[in-house]
């Protein structure tokens, strides 16, 4: 596959493409009283996901902490954040249908799947980074659908409408990326206040080496 392929695919995963995406499915789930308990719920756990990250990623940047053993500098954020919000989308769209759950659900881990392949694609992580950030974006997916399972997010007048509502932003989105890592990488400098930061080089060559 092609490096623009590997791109275009990826940018499910960026956060300017999820978090305008999740924004709005906690805001219609919020919009009736029998579903809000689940939209507050989404906002949690799209905050506890993309968290987790972001702190797995400070802790190296900062400090070198990291699995020993393994090429893990943090986990993979796009990873986590599609195999989060398209399962969780795909069982809602799948209610508006009046389908079985599980088939959006499969939906949307098959989409958050072909996200993680293209950050392996793409090189920019490594295999342990995408299989841990994969399996903590499906458990807090997992936990989420668990908890939200006696939610009346039933098909509504208007609910497949929510298909359409979601295009634009994602069409908009994909067209940017998140300056996740630099935000990340100055957040790290600041706190460890060495004016440096660990990076992958650093891990590969001396896992005790800063890079200033």
Known sequence: MSSDAWWRLTAFGDSTSILPLAALLAIWLCARPESRRAGWLLVATVLIDGGVVAASKVLYMAWGVHPPGLDFIGLSGHSAMAFLFWPVLGAVVA?????????????????????????????????????????????????????????????????????????????LARQFSFPSNRILAYTAEQLAGHGAIYTRPALQRDPTALVH
């Open 95 to 171: 209610a508006q249908w009046r389908l079985p759950r599980w088939t959006g659900i499969a939906a949307g881990g098959v989409l958050a799947a072909c996200v993680a392949t293209s950050r392996l694609g793409l090189g920019v992580h490594s295999p342990s980074e995408v299989l841990l950030g994969s399996l903590w974006g499906a458990m807090v997916a997992a936990s989420y659908l668990w908890l939200a399972r006696y939610t009346a997010i039933t098909r509504r007048r208007y609910g497949r409408l929510l298909l359409l509502l979601l295009i634009p932003p994602l069409l």
